[in-house]
């Protein structure tokens, strides 16, 4: 009984076959059908090949949300060098509330402001890299999957401590509360004031300024490989000495999920401008280098997204199916074409020979031409 019921089964799984074998007598085997599935195999191994670096491969994925964190401080990263000494100028921060943060974290340090060849050429690779963000906005991806550390500008190294420099390098960061604020350096150094904000200024002479400067590096949030910033190797040189350079920057707080790091730190748009500061014309102000920021109430989390491997899979077998259908298609309709044509024309195999005084033709389907030979 068990045996009977055994047999019924593999009965029932033979009747469900639906891929039919056809007998090797019946295939035939053409040198065209050869050729035309050495190119169909060479094409899947081809395109199997390439879709497998597209699995490898990953994209960043953009999302955007409300930022409802009020009460962290946002960290300010500094690296300037100003064309002046360091005893003449101040570098703090005023919020929108009229506060001011403390610089304790900034540091002055005396350096030359030309830069050396080695400094001139890594400046210029920056400002070429730049160039290139602003063109293709697609290579910020690349450097977000890629985690390339961005190296600073070389720093000077005093090797004569007898030499006068004449620039000032200001470096380091500040803790700011997440509002609107103006970070600025002018003249003097700042001094507390019970109703707003000054710099003593009187003791610097007006032919001393020159607020020309090179940022090395501005950055908002924590310091991570795979974002250059917009401002990063910006280079201003003044021939008036009262200039105004201002910087108007939008902050973007960022959530940045890649594998090889997950960061929280701040992207920025800005937007410039510069002006000579003469009263008599009418251009009022006062000189010096503002920087006025503002964060953005929304959020972008940029993620590292990968194929999963089951799509893979399906890709894969879509292509290899697809190939070899369409192979076998393309090779039955150019044959039945040549073997139309040749029929009509009465060539190749179809061409006909006088044989014991009638004429026959070799090929034994004669008839689907529509003509019959006789003496």
């Known amino acids: 009984m068990r045996r009977l019921n055994k047999k019924k089964a593999l009965t029932l799984v033979k009747e469900l076959d639906a891929f039919p074998k056809v007998p090797d007598s019946y295939v035939e085997s053409t040198v065209s059908g050869g050729t035309v599935s050495l190119i169909a195999f060479a094409l899947m191994a081809v395109l199997a090949f390439l879709e497998f670096f597209v699995y490898t491969d990953t994209w960043m994925k953009y999302e955007y949300e409300v930022d409802k964190d009020f009460t962290s401080k946002l960290r300010i990263n500094i690296d300037i060098t100003v064309a002046m000494r360091c005893q003449y100028i101040g570098a703090d921060v005023l919020d929108l509330a009229e506060t001011m943060v403390a610089s304790d974290g900034l540091k002055y340090e005396p350096v030359n402001f030309d830069l050396s060849p080695e400094q001139r050429l890594w400046h210029m690779t920056l400002l070429h890299i730049q160039e290139r963000l602003r063109e293709e906005h697609s290579l910020q991806n690349i450097l977000f999957k890629t985690a390339i550390q961005g190296s600073r500008v070389v720093e000077l190294q005093n090797e004569d401590s007898h030499t006068s420099f004449t620039a000032c390098r200001i470096h380091g960061h500040l803790y700011v509360n997440k509002v609107a604020g103006n970070f600025h350096i002018t003249v003097g150094k700042s001094i507390p004031h019970p109703r707003g904000h000054a710099h003593l200024a009187a003791l610097v002479s007006h032919d001393s300024y020159n607020f020309s400067h090179r940022i090395s590096h501005l950055s908002f949030g924590e310091g991570i490989p795979g974002i250059i910033n917009p401002l990063d190797g910006t280079e201003k040189v003044s021939e008036e000495p009262n200039h105004m350079f201002q910087y108007f920057i939008n902050i973007v707080p960022t959530k940045l999920k890649t594998s090889k790091i997950f960061a ?112």
């Open 264 to 375: 929280e730190t701040h992207q920025y748009a800005v937007t410039e401008r510069e002006r000579v500061i003469n009263h008599a014309a009418g251009s009022h102000g006062v000189s010096g280098i503002f920087m006025k920021y503002d964060i953005s109430s929304l959020m972008v989390t940029v993620t590292e997204q990968h194929m999963p491997f089951w799509q893979f899979l399906v890709r894969l077998c879509g292509i290899i199916g697809g190939i070899f259908s369409t192979t076998g298609m393309l090779h039955g309709l150019v044959g039945f074409l040549v073997d139309v044509v040749c029929c009509q024309f009465q060539v190749g195999i179809y061409r006909k020979r006088k044989l014991r005084g009638r004429y026959q033709t070799v090929n034994a389907n004669q008839r689907n031409c529509g003509e019959s030979w006789t003496a």
